[in-house]
């Protein structure tokens, strides 16, 4: 069962796409763009959504400039201050040319900054990003999104059916499933990095002090529970991860389970359970399995919270079906899902009720709490 897939089978006629129909004539005819680009009143318009529409065109190409800043180490040299660009060139092993190059173009998109001739700091979005190790790990990662998207079209038409450079990261997804604790290793480390933005999220949006216990599922290396039990010293915790993912972690204040999420029981015994982007990782069936699992392990009145980042999100919609959306298909299985399509996999999953949670930063996380 695929949700949210649905097609009528009538061709829409009505007011609305007679409306957008014309609308679409009037923005792609020439006449019209040059009138509003000639009218003082609709040029700052125009000059919006052509820029808009320019950085569709040319996205790949930003991606690119901001994946050398980094690779190269220019951003975290930028951290420290100002740098020349003889300096960078030797840092990134550029002439001095492409180093020029490379800089002007991590300035005109807001990573660096020329300060005076030949002196560079980082710009407004170098610096948010120098602090944000997450965002840092994953510009890095993205070289294997970018291999697998190097012919969109071509993968999207093999329908998954063939391993790509994502899914044998994630030795869990894809056509070709293994488990070895080191390729369980690198994903879990990159997941850790990233995980301080979506604990402070979750922590800003819901009151772990009502529970006793918390069962982390599909906890990774358990930076989520120590960012949680940080917070809440008396809370009771328990991740439950895949073998492979677990055999190291040491016993402390976490109860460390081991087990298949789709296969295994779940433990019994805690009153709040968490699946801290999991859920978009696999396809609906294994998702609802995933689901009825916790349900089964929750006494009723029990808790689950849902965390990840949500299709649809108001002002985070190209986050949720444009990047998830193809990172998951890339990645072999899952799909980035509405929180309504969630709601509604948690009543067929045996949930009595649920509800959204307002999270700050929906681009990083939407949430959803459920009772058993
Ligand atoms: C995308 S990571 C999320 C990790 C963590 N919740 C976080 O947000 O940082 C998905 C996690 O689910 C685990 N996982 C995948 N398949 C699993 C399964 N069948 N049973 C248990 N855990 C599984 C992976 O090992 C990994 O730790």
Redesign the pocket.
């Known amino acids: 069962m695929e949700t949210g897939q649905g097609q009528s089978s009538v061709e829409p006629r009505g007011l609305k796409v007679r409306l957008r129909g014309w609308r679409n004539r009037i923005i792609g005819s020439r006449a019209f763009q040059r009138h509003a680009a000639a009218n003082p009143f609709l040029r700052p318009i125009a000059r919006a959504r052509a820029g808009a529409l320019f950085d569709l065109v040319a996205g790949f190409a930003y991606s690119q400039v901001l994946l050398c800043t980094v690779e190269s180490g220019c951003v975290q040299r930028l951290g420290e201050g100002p740098a020349s660009t003889a300096e960078l060139a030797d840092l990134a092993g550029l002439s001095g040319e492409a180093t020029l190059r490379l800089l002007r173009a991590a300035a005109a998109i807001g990573i660096a900054e020329e300060v005076a001739e030949g002196w560079w700091m980082l710009g407004r979005h170098g610096a948010a990003l120098h602090g944000n190790a997450g965002a840092l790990a994953m510009i890095h990662h993205h070289k294997l999104l970018y291999a697998d998207l190097a012919d969109p079209l071509a993968l999207l038409r093999k329908d998954r059916a063939e391993s790509t450079a994502l899914s044998r990261f994630?030795?869990?997804?894809g056509a070709e499933k293994t488990a070895e604790e080191g390729e369980?290793g690198a994903?879990?480390q990159l997941?850790?990095a990233?995980?301080a933005a979506?604990s402070d999220e979750a922590l800003a949006a819901y009151d772990f002090s009502r529970h006793r216990s918390l069962l982390?599922?599909?906890?990774?290396?358990g930076?989520?529970l120590d960012a949680v039990g940080m917070a809440h010293p008396g809370l009771r915790l328990g991740l439950?991860?895949?073998p492979?993912?677990v055999a190291r972690l040491e016993a402390g204040r976490v109860a460390v389970h081991?087990?298949?999420?789709?296969?295994?029981d779940l433990p019994r015994g805690y009153d709040c359970a968490?699946?801290?982007?999991?859920l978009h990782?696999?396809d609906d069936e294994?998702a609802l399995r995933?689901l009825a699992n916790i349900r089964a392990a929750l006494k009723p009145g029990g808790t689950l919270l849902i965390?990840?980042p949500m299709s649809g999100t108001p002002g985070a919609e190209a986050m949720g079906d444009a990047y998830f959306g193809l990172y998951l298909w890339a990645m072999g299985q899952g799909r980035p899902r509405t929180a309504r399509e969630i709601h509604a996999m948690l009543r067929e999953a045996g949930f009595a009720r649920s509800r959204s949670l307002a999270t700050r930063q929906t681009l990083i996380a939407s949430m959803i709490v459920a009772h058993a």
């Open positions: 994630w030795s869990y997804a369980a994903y879990s997941m850790a990233s995980q979506v982390d599922v599909g906890g990774g290396h930076a989520f439950f991860d895949l492979q993912v081991s087990g298949s999420f789709l296969s295994d968490s699946l801290v982007r999991i990782d696999h294994p995933i965390a990840e």
